[in-house]
Every structure is written in structure tokens, then in C-alpha cells.
Nanobody, 125 residues
């Protein structure tokens, strides 16, 4: 079993930055593909970013490309999401997720086996 705990959310003004962390316990993060998703009120959960087991193949949604950076520190079992140039439309609950398989469909929430509880990010205009 794997437990994921997100932290780092909060309230920030438009143009500001936040760094989210996802700490994993139970198994080492290098066993999983890691992803970040977000869900705004009244909307479906959407893909934000994902990173391979080695950390060499980050993938991003078009809406965050160039502003967000996903990274991982397998020694500390932690995955990060650095969010810069935040916009009000980035406001959502952010979730980290882990996939133990090899589907390659990193942007689909259905393939992830484990999820954190979420952390709120609010960007004011």
C-alpha cells in the first residue's frame, strides 16, 4: 500500500508562485509514475503534469506548459510541482497520484492506483 500526502497549497496573487510537495510512504516513489491533477468546483478532474520513474520524461498539460515544473526526488520519496506565473484559472484542489503499471497513458486519471487527499490552491486576481 502507498500513502500520498500533498502540501504547499495556499492563497496567492495572480503572477505569484507556489511549490506543491507530495510525500510518499509505504513504497519508494521510484516504483511509480507520478502525476499531478487538479479539480475546480463544478469541473472534472484534469491532468496537470506527470513524470516518469527516472524523472527524465516530464509531461504537461498545454494550459500549464512553460509555467509549471514537475520534478521528483526519489531519495526522499517526494514529487514536486513548482507553479509560477499563477493565474486565477489555476484555482483548484491539486492532487498527486501514483501509477504502478506501465500504461503510458499518463494523462488519464483512470490509470493511477494511488491518490493523495488534495491541497487547495487559490489564485486571486
Amino acid at each position: 500500500q502507498v500513502q500520498l500526502v500533498e502540501s504547499g497549497g495556499g492563497l496567492v496573487q495572480a503572477g505569484g508562485s507556489l511549490r506543491l510537495s507530495c510525500a510518499a510512504s509505504g513504497r519508494t516513489t521510484r516504483s511509480f509514475v507520478a502525476g499531478w491533477f487538479r479539480q475546480a468546483p463544478g469541473k472534472e478532474r484534469e491532468f496537470v503534469a506527470a513524470i516518469s520513474r527516472s524523472g527524465e520524461l516530464p509531461q504537461y498539460a498545454d494550459s500549464v506548459k512553460g509555467r509549471f515544473t514537475i520534478s521528483r526526488d526519489n531519495a526522499w520519496n517526494t514529487v514536486y510541482l513548482q507553479m509560477n506565473s499563477l493565474k486565477p484559472e489555476d484555482t483548484a484542489v491539486y492532487y498527486c497520484a501514483a501509477e504502478s503499471g506501465y500504461s503510458g497513458r499518463y494523462s488519464s486519471p483512470d490509470i493511477y492506483d494511488y491518490w493523495g487527499q488534495g491541497t487547495q490552491v487559490t489564485v486571486s486576481s
